[in-house]
């Protein structure tokens, strides 16, 4: 059965093999800070229960986002690490690169144009 509740299409968390896709949709923009925290925390429960070898985070539907959204990021990268696997972003606008950059995230996580190239990144040899 599928999740109907607000926050279910807010985070979704897609598998591609091995890796996980985390494709925020506009709403995190103006989601309610409880049903953004409830989406991260869906979204970190799929990561636990089925660890993937990596997660691409892809910022190419939204062109902001707050301080809940950058804290479900780095519990994303600690629970990843924990894991032995690695978060990158992908098709982050210049706003949200930019984001990345004040908070000094860019430095912690690779970013690719796009989700086709985050996930053939993970595919070359280390």
């Given at each position: ?22 494709t925020?949709?506009?709403a995190?923009v ?10 991260g925390?869906?979204a970190?429960?799929?990561l ?8 691409v985070?892809d910022?190419?539907?939204v ?11 780095v ?50 040899p280390?």
């Amino acid at each position: 059965m599928k999740d109907e509740s607000p926050h279910a299409a807010t985070l979704p968390v897609d598998r591609h093999g091995e890796l996980a896709v985390l494709t925020p949709s506009p709403a995190v923009v103006t989601a309610p800070e409880d049903v953004l925290e409830r989406a991260g925390k869906d979204a970190l429960e799929q990561l636990r229960a089925l660890p993937p070898r990596g997660v691409v985070v892809d910022l190419s539907q939204v062109d902001y986002f707050g301080s809940l959204f950058i804290s479900m990021l780095v519990r994303c990268h600690t629970l990843l690490r924990k894991q032995g696997s690695k978060l990158v972003i992908a098709g982050a606008s210049a706003r949200a690169r930019e984001l990345l950059r004040l908070t000094a995230l860019d430095e912690l996580w690779a970013q690719y144009p796009t989700r086709m190239d985050a996930v053939q990144a993970f595919s070359k040899p280390a």
